[in-house]
């Protein structure tokens, strides 16, 4: 089993920056790929970006794509997002999620990764 623990959330003003961090533990060598989802009031969950673990792939939301980056330190076990010029839109809960088996490409399915931490809340003040 993998357990995932997100951190980093906060109040931030629109424009501002973030970063969330996302430290695995238990069975991590199972870990093919590592990513991010949110989910706001309201809201189904939704991508927001990942990476292949031991790889140099990523793939982001369209929505994110150029602000947000994903980046990861196999040592400590910890994927990393990188939110730069928030939008109010932004304001969610994040979840850290993880895959075991490979697959081709990088799912963007939430119904595709086998692990979730239990979510970190960003808000972004206008």
């Known amino acids: 089993q993998v357990q995932l623990v997100e951190s980093g959330g906060g109040l931030v003003q629109a424009g501002g920056s973030l970063r969330l961090s996302c430290a695995a533990s238990?069975?991590?060598?199972?870990?093919?790929?590592m990513g991010w989802f949110r989910q706001a009031p309201g809201k189904e969950r939704e991508f927001v970006a990942a990476?292949?673990?031991?790889?140099?792939?990523?793939t982001y939301a369209d929505s994110v794509k150029g602000r947000f980056t994903i980046f990861r330190d196999n040592p400590k076990n910890t994927v990393y997002l990188r939110m730069n010029s928030l939008k109010s839109e932004a304001s969610a809960v994040y979840f850290c999620?993880?895959?075991?088996?490979?697959?081709?490409?990088?799912?963007?399915?939430?119904?595709?990764?086998?692990?979730w931490g239990q979510g970190t809340q960003v808000t972004v003040s206008a």
């Open positions: 999620a993880s895959r075991k088996r490979r697959v081709i490409g990088i799912p963007r399915s939430r119904d595709l990764y086998d692990a």
């Open positions: 238990g069975r991590t060598s199972d870990i093919y790929i």
């Open positions: 990476l292949i673990w031991s790889g140099e792939s990523t």
